[in-house]
């Protein structure tokens, strides 16, 4: 069964940090480019960071960029979202996303397989 799962999510302090991973199954991870995504209460869905295949290259969006650190595992197909100094305005329901031989993309209509997200609350 193809599919990707998020966790790490929770309740945290402004200022604190968490750890999302992203675990993939049943397709070969290394040939796919992964991407975080957010969506908050009201909002669209929103481009976070992305991750080519070897790891190689990184893009982040202006809001999290110095703050927020994706990496990835391929012997352990995960993903990784450090999110660091975190702010009220990340709160926000997670998803990862991986794009068939796509390398830092930033639209969602480039991915193919996405999770089912996690969240992430930030009290302030």
């Known amino acids: 069964q193809v599919q990707l799962v998020e966790s790490g999510g929770g309740l945290v302090q402004a200022g604190g940090s968490l750890r999302l991973s992203c675990t993939a199954s049943g397709f070969r991870f290394n040939i796919y480019g992964v991407g975080w995504f957010r969506q908050a209460p009201g909002k669209e869905r929103e481009f976070t960071a992305a991750i080519s295949r070897s790891a190689s290259y990184t893009s982040y969006s202006d809001s999290v960029k110095g703050r927020f650190t994706i990496s990835r595992d391929n012997a352990k197909n995960t993903v990784y979202l450090q999110m660091n100094s975190l702010k009220f305005e990340d709160t926000a329901v997670y998803y990862c996303?991986?794009?068939?031989w796509g390398d830092g993309r930033t639209l969602q209509s480039d991915y193919d397989i996405w999770g089912q997200g996690t969240q992430v609350t930030v009290s302030s």
């Open positions: 996303a991986a794009a068939l």
